[in-house]
């Protein structure tokens, strides 16, 4: 027993070595008098971590009392390492790896489970039948292990833009796993190639653009891949179309900075608003690309920012100073440029907006007021008139008549007609030559007929009155 423990290396290393030149003769001729031996691929892709099956499959057309399956493993520059091998349904394994490697005999497909790194290299099959004489056959399979890729992240600086012909731009696609990766930048779904502008990385995982023109506008993706998503089953799994980027060209502004609001009364820079009255004020300014606002308050010597954002509310009840000063501030981050407006809110019990509008509301009614005090006075003006013309007309005519007219004596007994004696008389006394009148009576100014003279008159009523006694006693 020795003697053959001593002689075992050499007896192994002639097996391989005939395995060997069996195998070579084999791969040659691809099948040995009528016995043929297939595999679906001579290049598997398998995952790190999971289970890799490889089929193998073979026929023959002769009677066979034996058939012997012998797996290898190999990797570059390195002798084939036995694994296991079969006769008929028996199965002898290398005692290193009988919990790593399966295989269920006369099926000559091999389980490797799990896969790892180490793993990888060539895998070779060999299917010996013994029957009339003994026919050989075998395969070789190449096996890569691998990492499935992860789902790719890319990143751009500056992320706000650059300046046309001035700035730069970076963009660097990020896998957190995956092996073996292969990176490829796409314009609008076509490939992006090195130019006077484009430089990549070498990797090829970062594409830089200098200096961004207006021809580097459009739709940016990156393509990862590697040898798991090259296999058909797998591809649209790793192809990975990801971010689009925007480069902002021709950047201008802000300019045109103003504050309106929807409320109060703006004269100038000032707004008035009623107590209890809440306001809202819009900031803009023509820009490209758009303005970061932001609003500073003014209080007591003291700057600080409340908002971020163009829109501002004020609630006038929650401000305690009842005159504040506020600043909008207009940025833009690309230019630089940065522009401010400022205003004033004031805070009244009675805004002039509500003033303005109860004097509009108003003005109709004090119109019709007025028109119809108007009416009234001049209705109460012409009744006037019309009460005393007749006084002054018949004090024109006393005025201009002689005075001997005045002087004669007319006496009425009252028994002519006594009904045609009612109604109203006046009595007009002219003073004498010496300037002494000859009743008193009230005094009348002075008409332009009766120059330097008072006149005097009195005005008497006579009405009808019939006694008690003649009603009682007509005789």
């Not at 390195?78 to 005692?95: A, C, E, H, I, W």
């Not at 833009?161 to 796409?186: D, I, K, P, S």
């Not at 809202?280 to 609003?295: E, K, M, R, V």
């Amino acid at each position: 027993s020795g003697f053959f423990s001593y002689l075992e290396p050499y007896f192994h290393s002639y097996f391989l070595l005939k395995f060997t030149f069996t195998t070579f003769l084999s791969f040659a001729t691809g099948a040995c008098l009528g016995l043929k031996v297939t595999v679906p691929s001579h290049t598997v892709h398998g995952i790190r971590g999971q289970a890799l099956y490889l089929p193998v499959h073979y026929g023959f057309h002769t009677p066979a009392t034996d058939i012997q399956i012998i797996w290898l493993f190999e990797r570059p520059h390195t002798m084939p390492k036995y694994l296991l091998g079969s006769v008929n349904k028996s199965v002898v394994p290398d005692l290193e790896y009988q919990h790593k490697f399966t295989m269920m005999p006369p099926n000559a497909s091999l389980l490797i489970n799990p896969l790892q790194f180490p793993d990888e290299g060539n895998y070779i099959v060999k299917v010996n039948i013994q029957g009339n004489g003994t026919l050989s056959a075998s395969q070789k399979i190449q096996v890569t292990v691998d990492d499935p890729i992860t789902k790719p992240v890319v990143q751009i600086h500056p992320p706000s833009g650059a300046v046309e012909y001035v700035g730069n731009m970076t963009l660097t696609c990020q896998v957190e796993g995956g092996t073996r990766l292969a990176y490829q930048w796409l314009k609008h779904g076509r490939p992006v190639h090195t130019s006077s502008t484009y430089f990549f990385s070498p990797q090829n995982n970062t594409l830089h653009i200098a200096p961004v023109t207006k021809e580097d506008i459009g739709n940016y993706s990156c393509l990862v891949k590697n040898p798991l998503s090259q296999t058909q089953n797998l591809c649209f799994d790793y192809l990975m179309l990801l971010i689009y980027f925007f480069f902002y060209i021709g950047a201008d502004g802000p300019y045109g900075l103003q504050v309106n609001s929807d409320k109060g009364l703006k004269v100038g820079e000032v707004f008035t608003v009623d107590l209890g009255e809440a306001i809202l004020f819009d900031c803009s300014a023509d820009s490209y690309p758009p303005n970061t606002y932001s609003w500073i308050r003014r209080t007591d010597n003291t700057t600080y920012i409340i908002k971020h954002g163009p829109r501002l509310e004020v609630a006038s009840e929650k401000v305690a100073q009842k005159t504040t000063d506020y600043v909008c501030c207009a940025y833009n981050n690309i230019t630089g440029r940065q522009d401010e407006t400022r205003f004033t809110v004031i805070i009244t019990s009675v805004g002039l907006e509500k003033l303005a509008q109860k004097g509009k509301s108003l003005s109709p009614l004090a119109s019709i007021t007025g028109i119809s005090l108007f009416l009234i006075v001049s209705m109460c003006l012409i009744f006037l008139w019309k009460k005393y013309q007749p006084y002054k007309v018949i004090k024109q005519k006393l005025e201009g008549r002689p005075e001997t007219e005045y002087r004669k004596a007319q006496t009425f007994s009252g028994h002519e007609d006594a009904l045609d004696d009612f109604g109203v008389y006046e009595f007009v006394a002219f003073p004498d030559a010496s300037g002494v009148s000859r009743m008193p009576s009230r005094s009348v100014p002075a008409s332009d007929g009766v120059s330097g003279q008072d006149l005097h008159s009195t005005i008497y009523e006579v009405i009808q009155h019939i006694p008690a006694q003649q009603q009682d006693h007509p005789e």
